[in-house]
């Protein structure tokens, strides 16, 4: 009877631990994507505080994949650019999602959009490195985005998500 409770005493914790393994590695691609962009916007913030002109655009490229677009200009790029309207602004992509990672960004008002192929901009002001609403998002009538949520799938039956908060005024990236 003592042998059999010790047998059963060890499965129950080879079962916990390897359940609680499994939900560590099940988490890890929603995890690294959500410092990714967090890593992203404070570089983005502290590049647009400075001499340059930045915003960073997110959206899903045609495989799927969370990508972010990162934009940096100085002000004799932006004022050439607006003279000559073919050229662009300088950009970096790059993919920092892995397979099935979806993004929620929520903006004031309460309006909030799953990330699709359409880009969705963050910008934060040069002066203050507030945020500034995005202008060329119709849907949402330049309103800010304040809070972008990353998951695993369907948002409605994601049971983990990584919210990045964003504080409209200071521009201050939380991560939890």
């Given at each position: ?18 359940s ?57 790029e ?60 119709a ?14 799938g ?13 504080d ?9």
């Amino acid at each position: 009877m003592v042998e059999l409770i010790i047998v059963i005493a060890i499965m129950v914790i080879l079962v916990g631990v390897t359940s609680y393994g499994m939900s560590l590695i099940s988490n890890k691609p929603v995890d690294e994507c959500a410092k990714k962009i967090e890593m992203v916007l404070n570089r983005n913030r502290t590049s647009s505080m400075g001499k340059q002109e930045a915003w960073v655009k997110f959206l899903l490229d045609g495989n799927g994949h969370v990508t972010v677009q990162e934009y940096k200009e100085t002000a004799k790029e932006k004022q050439e650019r607006e003279t000559d309207p073919s050229l662009a602004p300088p950009v970096q992509q790059y993919v920092i999602g892995a397979d099935g990672i979806n993004i929620r960004l929520s903006y004031r008002g309460g309006t909030s959009i799953i990330l699709s192929s359409t880009p969705r901009r963050v910008k934060f002001s040069r002066d203050s490195g507030a945020l500034v609403g995005d202008p060329d998002d119709a849907d949402n009538g330049n309103k800010v985005c304040i809070k972008i949520e990353v998951f695993r799938g369907d948002y409605g039956s994601a049971t983990y998500i990584r919210t990045i908060d964003l504080d409209e005024l200071t521009g201050k990236i939380t991560l939890q």
